[in-house]
C-alpha cells in the first residue's frame, strides 16, 4: 500500500476488555515496529520484528502485552485483560531494510481509551 | 524511558519568523531523525542525519548534529501556520533496532 496502515483508529474498551489492533506495514518492508504514545508525551518502543522473527520485545510493558507478525507482513498487537494506564496510541512503523539508517515511516496510529 | 530532550517544550512564534528547536540524548548514536506529528495524527518524517555528518538541509529545514556534545537542533526558516505541529527528535542506537524518541517540542506558529 501507500503507507502503514492500521486499525481501527479508535477504539474504546472496557477495563478488562481484550483488544487487537492491526497494522498493514508498506509493502516489502522488512523491519516493523510497535510504538506506545501516552498523551504529550513522545512515542515509547514497544517491540520490533525483522520479517516474521520478534528479535526485540524489550519494550512491551507486561505479560499482558503480545504482538505477531506470523508471515512477515500484517501484524497485531494483543492487550489482554486492559486496564486504564493502556490508554495511549498505538503507533506502527515499518522501513525496508534493517538497515539503521533507513527511514522509518509511520501510521497514524490507533487510539485506545479504557473506560 | 526516552532518551532525548527536547528544548524548548513549547515555542510559539509569529508567521515568517525562523523557528529554532533543540535535542539532546545520552548516549551513542548511528542516526538522529526528526519527526513532525500533528495534532491527532501519525508521525511524519523530515529528515535523517548520520552521525559522521555535521549538518544537513531540506528544503526550509535545517539539522545541525554535534556528537561532541550530544545535540542535535532543527531550524525552520520562513515558517508558516502549516508548521505548528510537535516536533520529536529520535535517536537511532547503535547495536539496536529502534528509535528512541525525545518528549518533543509543540509548535505554535500564529498568523
Not at chain 1, 6 to 31: E, F, M, N, T, W
Not at chain 1, 83 to 106: K, M
Amino acid at each position: 500500500g501507500a503507507g502503514v496502515s492500521q486499525s481501527p483508529r479508535y477504539k474504546v474498551a472496557k477495563r478488562g476488555q481484550d483488544v487487537a489492533l492491526r497494522c498493514d506495514p508498506i509493502s516489502g518492508h522488512v523491519s516493523l515496529f510497535w510504538y506506545q504514545q501516552a498523551l504529550g508525551q513522545g512515542p515509547e518502543f514497544l517491540t520490533y520484528f525483522q520479517n516474521e522473527a520478534q528479535l526485540d520485545k524489550s519494550g512491551l510493558p507486561s505479560d499482558r502485552f503480545f504482538a505477531e507478525r506470523p508471515e512477515g507482513s500484517v501484524s497485531t498487537l494483543k492487550i489482554q485483560r486492559t486496564q486504564q494506564e493502556d490508554s495511549a496510541v498505538y503507533l506502527c512503523a515499518s522501513s525496508l531494510t534493517t538497515s539503521l539508517g533507513n527511514t522509518i515511516y509511520f501510521g497514524e496510529g490507533s487510539w485506545l481509551t479504557v473506560v | 524511558s526516552q532518551q532525548g530532550e527536547e528544548d524548548p517544550q513549547a515555542l510559539s512564534i509569529q508567521e515568517g519568523e525562523n523557528a529554532t528547536m533543540n535535542c539532546s540524548y545520552k548516549t551513542s548514536i548511528n542516526n538522529l531523525q526528526w519527526y513532525r506529528q500533528n495534532s491527532g495524527r501519525g508521525l511524519v518524517h523530515l529528515i535523517l542525519i548520520r552521525s559522521n555528518e555535521r549538518e544537513k538541509h531540506s528544503g526550509r529545514l535545517r539539522v545541525t548534529l554535534d556528537t561532541s556534545k550530544k545535540s542535535s537542533s532543527l531550524l525552520i526558516t520562513a515558517s508558516r501556520a502549516a508548521d505548528t505541529a510537535s516536533y520529536f527528535c529520535a535517536t537511532g542506537d547503535q547495536g539496536a533496532q529502534k528509535l528512541v524518541f525525545g518528549q518533543g517540542t509543540r509548535l505554535t506558529i500564529n498568523p
